[in-house]
């Protein structure tokens, strides 16, 4: 599949249905290649046939299908992806490695989410940003999204790159307010925040 450029070191090959794969990250640094998920589906990396350093976002099979398909000379993943995957170095703290930065994202989407910042101008953070869906409702948890704007406020990078959105990149401050505002939906003795999802 087509390779997508950001910039003259970051590029990436877009998610897809059936099966559902989600987006693959192309970073080149100093000589090496990393990959910031993997897909799911030999149709998603057939242009994927070198060696690479391989960052998986979260255990999601749609991110992390294809690990066993792609060469890696290393894989770093989460204590809850590592049960999954059953592979890899496992990052519970910030980690820096040349002009990447691996860092733990608080998510209500799952536990054990993984960002990739690269030369602190763009973060990838797969599914993070999105909540559980339930009865009508986007749930999220108020420490972990009052926990993950703080580490996304905390990153150097302005532009944040997000799975499945549709050409990846977002700005981090609108993000953030998205979040604050929601954030400012909870409601006192309950943990969790139901947004209701409009009907279109
Ligand atoms: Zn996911």
């Known amino acids: 599949m087509d390779k997508i450029r950001i910039n003259d070191r970051i590029s990436?090959?877009?998610a897809s249905d059936d099966p559902l794969s989600a987006d693959i990250g192309i970073i080149e640094d100093g000589g090496s290649t990393w990959l910031y998920d993997v897909g799911n589906g030999e149709k998603s990396i057939c242009g994927l046939?070198?060696?690479y350093h391989v960052v998986l976002s979260h255990f999601h099979p749609d991110h992390t299908g294809n690990i066993s398909r792609v060469r890696a000379e290393s894989v770093y993943v989460s204590r809850e992806t590592y049960a999954h995957v059953q592979c890899g170095t496992v990052v519970s703290d910030d980690l820096y490695i040349g002009s990447l930065h691996i860092f733990p994202l608080p998510s209500s989407h799952t536990k054990g989410?993984?960002?990739l910042e690269v030369d602190g101008e763009y973060a990838f953070i797969g599914d993070a940003?999105?909540?559980k869906v339930e009865e009508g409702c986007y749930i999220y948890n108020a420490q972990l999204l009052k926990d993950e704007i703080e580490v996304l406020s905390a990153l150097r990078a302005q532009y944040l790159l997000v799975s499945?959105?549709?050409g990846l990149?977002?700005?981090k401050d609108a993000v953030i307010n998205e979040l604050k505002t929601i954030y400012?939906?909870?409601e006192k003795n309950t943990p969790?925040?139901?947004v209701r999802i409009r009907p279109y």
């Open 164 to 166: 499945h959105f549709k």
């Open 113 to 115: 989410s993984l960002g």
């Open 184 to 186: 400012g939906m909870r």
């Open 12 to 14: 990436y090959i877009e």
């Open 129 to 131: 940003l999105y909540s």
């Open 49 to 51: 046939d070198g060696s």
């Open 192 to 194: 969790e925040i139901r």
């Open 169 to 171: 990149v977002r700005e």
